[in-house]
């Protein structure tokens, strides 16, 4: 560590090379590159903007582009839909009139109006999204496309970064992504191993945060056990379980990081949503969603580095009916202006608002975006299909460019004009922006996707 | 003339002027001594101003709110019985999606029926003997919307319009004045339209034929004409036509959405849904679309009014933090 301290710095301010390809050997021997940035912070000369964490919005199902940031008033009427766009606090940038709050608060975010994807298919998409390829994904048949799966995004994070004892570096809020009885494949680990799978936790509106990998204690939610004596009682209870448990020396260093986790009064406060204040929580909407943006907040603040917000476990509105997914083949409107539309606004400016009050939007990325977007053209049951070739996501904080529209659509929102980007290219941006490029990913055996979008940068 | 709102600044994306977000610093939470300092001198104004004799305006008459409900749940569509007795609605609860009636007097709150997939947007026929409503049957997975009555016991549910053939989707049943019609949206010819039927499901007419997508129609209490919304001049507006599908007329032109419209009982006014003002607020005009008020005039989420048989306005608020139903006793401005 004091030799690496002491290597030359490149004229931008970033360490050598050599210097990290040494640290990518150090790793090994037990020096994460966690501990490179910590070195490099203390050289003074760290690299200029770096996030240090990513909170990912999982729009699961996939939003319209036209109904939400890529609108098209110009369009015949069976493509641009009931929705005007608004001005926003951007000159020249209009978003849907269902997203006034995110209008103001249009120069803190970048939108990228040229995503494109290689799937139409929810299963191979949602794959494409999380990890940057399609290998492995499977689709609605059941076909699994061939090549070893990628690990998620935040999966790759954990392995970089190095597994943390104390805390996950990698958090999913929110039930196991699946269309119909089909999983989806590359929300976790995958060839890294189920130690860097995230830790899950999710928020019901009647049960408060709920940590389904804790369920040795009793389904016990963690606002329940903040009571002191609650927790103590139904500890005890489950020292009681583990001891007479035979399987208690197979527990893996996931499982004993979870349960320290809810062990340490420390790191179990950052599950307690009912620390925050009452202001603030109706702020970011008192329904899951909204709730979830919270406590990834809360989770951030906290040391987790990248936080999944996933939208809802099915695809479809109709199956889950409180917040069900953006999957709107029918009534597209109707939900997205009585529940999806608003509930986004909401939850997503007002975390902006509530990172950037704490002076964490600087380091911390909020990307929201889904799998694909959806048909310009309004099919016959008032709703849009799957639309692969061409979406838009939105991209905040973490020293990226905002308050910019990165690429463009066709007058129909049917194919990127300019700059086509892929997901795997804008999250090969975001890891490059918390300071995890091909050296750092080659280093931890990693295999670099996508290509760089340096407007974002 | 259509009434400012409270907060200029809530005009923000109409292109008014740019609204700063409200900085939300540690300094703002340590001032919430302060900000209680300021309400009870806020209480003692406003009791000054009432031994005074002075009455507040109309529009800002949110003392005399009424809250209904306080559950939080999402909710959709309330809709009271004739009698005044009882009101349902829709509530998203979890996974399911149910009708409930509520007693007046709130003594007694039950569900209509015990159906497991979603139902939705329920209204009271003029005799208060049935209940129109939306049924969702979600096998496989895409729902299927139909149109169905039943008693207010739960029983005796019959199909009015039900997909034919092929997916379709048939919601927003609205009744004919008489009872003998139901006005509804169906998308069975390729597009969400307006039609007519019998509530035996007879006699079905198709009123509209737009590429544009026409929904939530309300039958006028005099029988003559139906209000719904559309998006043939751009974004959803109001318009009018005969029951028979003739004689469009447009009522409202504005620079956000208008939805959701909704007769009062003497059908001289009719309130609805716009975010025109860079949130979704209550309106009310008259039948021609003209002297537009805002009768609700804050910044959380106000939509589905709906009148009581006296003329007043239930809605559905988020102002409490999560969604309830409100009771607006009077309606300020009605019977100019």
């Known amino acids: 560590m004091l030799r690496l301290g002491l290597q030359r710095v490149c004229g931008d301010g970033r360490i050598s090379r050599r210097a990290l390809v040494y640290a990518g050997g150090l790793g ?92 139409n298919d929810h299963g191979i998409a949602g794959t494409i999204g999380l990890t940057g390829s399609d290998a492995g994904g499977m689709s609605l048949g059941g076909q699994v496309v061939p090549g070893a799966l990628g690990p998620a995004h935040g999966a790759v994070v954990s392995k970089v970064l190095g597994f943390d004892a104390s805390m996950p570096r990698f958090v999913t809020l929110g039930g196991h992504l699946h269309q119909g009885k089909r999983p989806i494949h590359g929300e976790g680990g995958g060839p890294l191993g189920p130690l860097h799978d995230p830790l899950r936790a999710d928020y019901d509106p009647a049960q408060g945060v709920k940590l389904p990998q804790l369920d040795l204690i009793g389904g016990q939610s963690a606002d329940l056990l903040s009571d002191r004596q609650r927790l103590r009682e139904a500890l005890d209870g489950q020292l009681r379980v583990l001891e007479r448990w035979p399987a208690i020396d197979r527990l893996d260093q996931f499982r004993r990081q979870a349960l320290g986790l809810l062990t340490s009064p420390e790191a179990r406060q950052v599950f307690d949503l009912s620390r925050e204040g009452e202001t603030l929580r109706r702020r970011y909407g008192m329904f899951r969603f909204g709730q979830c943006c919270l406590l990834a907040r809360r989770l951030v603040e906290a040391g987790v580095r990248l936080v999944q917000v996933n939208w809802s476990s099915h695809v479809e509105p109709v199956e889950d009916t409180g ?44 990307v929201a975006v889904g799998e694909f977007g959806r048909t310009p053209r309004i099919n016959e049951k008032a709703g849009r299909d799957h639309w692969e070739r061409c979406y838009s996501g939105l991209v905040a904080g973490g020293g990226l460019r905002v308050g910019q529209v990165v690429g463009a659509s066709d007058a129909r929102g049917e194919l990127p004009v300019d700059q086509p980007v892929t997901p795997a290219d804008l999250f090969r941006t975001l890891l490059q922006q918390m300071g995890i490029g091909t050296t750092q990913l080659t280093t931890a055996g990693l295999t670099p996707r996508g290509e760089l979008i340096e407007a974002l940068l | 003339m259509i009434a400012q709102p409270a907060d200029a600044s809530a005009s923000f994306g109409r292109g008014a002027h740019l609204r700063k977000p409200v900085a939300r610093t540690d300094a703002f939470e340590a001032s919430q001594g302060w900000r ?19 009455r507040f305006p109309a529009a800002y008459g949110q003392q005399r709110l009424v809250r209904l409900t306080h559950d939080g749940h999402l909710k959709q569509r309330p809709s009271w019985s004739p009698d005044g007795r009882w009101l349902a609605f829709t509530r998203h609860e979890g996974h399911a999606i149910a009708v409930y009636l509520r007693a007046a007097d709130g003594s007694e709150e039950k569900r209509l029926t015990r159906r497991t997939d ?60 008489d009872g003998q019609w139901l006005a509804l949206t169906s998308t069975r010819d390729g597009n969400q339209e307006l039609y007519v039927v019998r509530p035996d499901g007879r006699d079905l007419r198709r009123l509209t034929s737009d590429p544009a997508l026409d929904m939530h129609p309300a039958w006028s209490p005099d029988g003559q004409r139906i209000v719904f919304a559309t998006s043939r001049w751009g974004d959803l507006e109001l318009a009018s036509i005969r029951s028979d599908g003739s004689d469009l007329v447009r009522l409202t032109t504005s620079a956000g959405l208008d939805d959701y419209p909704a007769w009062s009982p003497d059908g001289r006014q009719l ?3 716009s975010n025109r003002t860079g949130n979704f607020e209550v309106f009310v005009c008259d039948p021609q679309g003209q002297d537009v008020r805002n009768v609700t005039q804050h910044p959380a989420i106000d939509t589905f009014p709906a009148w009581t048989p006296s003329g007043g306005l239930t809605f559905v608020s988020n102002r409490d933090g999560g969604f309830d139903l409100y009771l607006l006793p009077a309606v300020p401005g009605a019977g100019r």
């Open chain 1, 28 to 119: 090994v021997a037990g020096l994460a590159l966690d501990d490179l940035f910590r070195l490099e912070a203390s050289t003074g000369q760290a690299p200029r903007r770096k996030a240090r964490s990513i909170i990912l919005l999982w729009l699961w199902g996939g939003p319209s582009h036209l109904d939400t940031f890529d609108p098209k008033p110009q369009a015949p009427v069976q493509y641009r839909g009931p929705f005007a766009p608004i001005a926003t606090r951007v000159p020249g940038i209009q978003i849907s009139e269902l997203l006034p709050q995110l209008a103001a608060r249009a120069d803190r975010f970048a939108l990228v109006r040229s995503l494109h994807c290689r799937s």
């Open chain 2, 36 to 54: 209680a300092w300021r309400g009870v001198a806020g209480v003692c104004a406003a009791l000054l101003i009432a031994l005074a004799g002075v």
């Open chain 2, 271 to 273: 309130a609805f849904v």
């Open chain 2, 118 to 177: 979603p139902e939705m947007d329920a209204v009271w026929s003029p005799d208060g003997r049935r209940l129109a409503f939306t049924f969702d049957k979600t096998a496989p997975n895409q729902g299927d919307m139909d149109v169905y009555t039943v008693g207010p016991d739960g029983e005796e549910l019959q199909p009015v319009l039900v997909s034919a053939g092929k997916l379709s989707h048939e919601e927003w049943p609205s009744w004919s004045p």
């Open chain 1, 323 to 366: 917040d069900g997914g953006w999957d709107m083949h029918d009534r597209n409107f109707q939900q997205l202006q009585d529940r999806h539309a608003w509930m986004l606004d909401q939850a997503l400016a007002a975390l902006l608002d509530d990172l950037s009050d704490r002076g964490l939007l600087a380091e911390t990325i909020v």
